[in-house]
């Protein structure tokens, strides 16, 4: 084997490397597409037990007091799937104050936040609302 | 003789680098085509879902259309007049002076295109939204006020008091494969009807 042949091969070797260097790089990009679509849907799940607490808030009596959701929403962990996938669902509510800060928490004021995490298309944990920045909502007592 | 050979080599060693070349360019520009037309139908689902703005003017999504189940309804009517899992007409005002409109919100039947979502108000023939291709069925579940799906919900008006819909949007893709595959954007969502509630 000549040292032509050997140049050769070697230049297909390196060619080779950046074609998947390249090959990756819009794989990921396409999977960067996929994971936002997921944190879309993680939105419309978040919004989706604002809507219910906001619900069950209603009415003359409503469905739950405020200390009963309170309660019921402490700490609730419930799965949701949608399209396959499967979202980890996490509320956690606390008494605050106007603001939403719980060192000077208040009865008349309850933060619910949400947190949810999901398989991403690379099959790494994708999280959607994380501990430090929750998906979240303040809640106002009617006094029922 | 030697040349020969090594000039036959060549040709096939360089074809080979070049159809490679080709390959790869050919299946780099599908992948970033079809990532442009799901971001693109992701985009149009979601402004047709929760509503856009174009100038000044605000085009209302289903999730606010359907916000308005039972708005301005007395009591003693029935706001909902039909349920079924593809199809979903009630009463409700647009806003506090209107009077109550009937809003029909519907997939009509299928074609070789898909299956067409409308929403209708008050004229049952201009719709209002529509038509939005799917590639599935519409699929709506009623929900109670336990947060529990109701089983036969065109005969239980009385029970809903929210939905979750199902749909399903599509594109078609560049690469005419057999096996070829529509882009999707598979959407669910919530809609509580706080009406029914007070």
């Known amino acids: 084997m000549n040292i032509q042949m050997l140049l050769v091969l070697l230049a297909l070797a390196l060619f080779s490397t950046m074609l998947l260097n390249t090959y990756n790089i819009v794989l990921d990009q396409s999977g960067l597409v996929y994971d936002n679509i ?9 919004d989706r037990y604002f809507q219910r607490i906001e619900s069950e808030l209603l009415g003359d009596p409503p469905i739950f007091s405020f200390t009963a959701i309170n309660t019921i929403y402490a700490n609730m962990s419930e799965t949701v799937t949608v399209n396959n996938v499967i979202f980890n669902v996490q509320i956690n509510s606390t008494y605050c ?42 809640f106002f007592s009617r006094g029922f | 003789m030697s040349s020969l050979l090594d000039v036959l080599g060549a040709t096939v060693v360089g074809s080979m ?3 490679m070349i080709f390959t790869s360019l050919f299946n780099m520009q599908v992948i970033n085509y079809n990532t442009q037309l799901q971001i693109g139908l992701t985009k149009m689902s979601e402004d047709l879902i929760t509503g856009r703005k174009t100038g000044n003017i605000d085009q209302p999504g289903i999730e606010s259309i359907l916000s308005k189940v039972g708005a301005g309804v ?3 009517t029935d706001p909902i007049i039909e349920a079924t899992s593809i199809s979903f007409k009630f009463l409700g005002q647009i806003n506090p002076t209107s009077s109550v409109s009937t809003f029909y919100f519907v997939q009509e039947s299928g074609t070789s295109e898909g299956f067409p979502l409308y929403v209708y108000q008050n004229d049952m023939s201009n719709p209002i939204i529509g038509p939005f291709w799917m590639a599935d069925t519409l699929d709506i579940t009623y929900i109670d006020m336990n947060d529990n799906v109701v089983n036969t919900p065109d005969s239980n008006h ?22 070829k595959r529509l882009v999707r ?14």
Not at chain 1, 38 to 46: D, E, M, R, S, V
Not at chain 1, 104 to 131: H, R
Request: charged share 15%.
């Open chain 1, 38 to 46: 997921l944190y879309l849907q993680g939105q419309k799940i978040a």
């Open chain 1, 97 to 138: 104050d106007s603001l939403g800060n719980t060192p000077y928490a208040d009865t008349l004021f309850q933060k619910v936040d949400i947190q949810m995490n999901c398989l991403s298309t690379s099959l790494d944990t994708l999280y959607i609302g994380t501990l430090a920045s929750p998906f979240s909502k303040v």
């Open chain 2, 17 to 19: 680098v070049l159809l």
């Open chain 2, 74 to 76: 007395s009591t003693s």
């Open chain 2, 158 to 179: 009385d029970l809903i008091r929210a939905i979750e819909v199902n749909l399903t949007f599509f594109y078609d893709t560049y690469q005419p494969d057999i096996d």
């Open chain 2, 185 to 198: 954007h598979n959407i669910v969502f919530w809609k509580y009807f706080k009406n029914l509630y007070l």
